[in-house]
């Protein structure tokens, strides 16, 4: 488990927003709320992504949606799938590709 540090560095340099769908969420879990941080691999552990710097902060839903995909494997699965108009905004799911939140703030955030 990732250590306090690395939690609030990777909240900061998101800005309290998922990197992926740009929701605000909570920089620590609340009993019964679905609005906190998680911290996700940008390249899976499994497949090599060890470093601090490999740590980004997600929302639980695009957290426990990308998995070990890489980001096109995720965007692509994301195009594909049926989500919720919320989450379609979030990712300016409209026509044409998916743009997560980060390619979109590249000052805010490295991937």
Do not use: W
């Not at 927003?17 to 605000?24: D, E, L, Q, R």
């Amino acid at each position: 488990m990732a250590g306090r540090l690395t939690r609030i560095k990777a909240y900061k340099a998101s800005k309290g927003h998922c990197v992926y769908c740009g929701k605000h969420i909570r920089l620590d879990y609340v009993k019964g709320r679905h609005d906190h941080m998680e911290l996700d691999h940008v390249v899976a552990k499994a497949k090599g992504g060890t470093s601090i710097g490999n740590r980004v902060a997600a929302c639980e839903f695009c957290n426990s949606r990308k998995s070990s995909d890489s980001i096109e494997e995720f965007r692509s699965h994301i195009e594909k799938d049926v989500i919720d108009e919320k989450q379609k905004a979030l990712l300016h799911y409209y026509k044409g590709p998916i743009i997560f939140y980060y390619e979109s703030h590249q000052s805010l955030i490295k991937v």
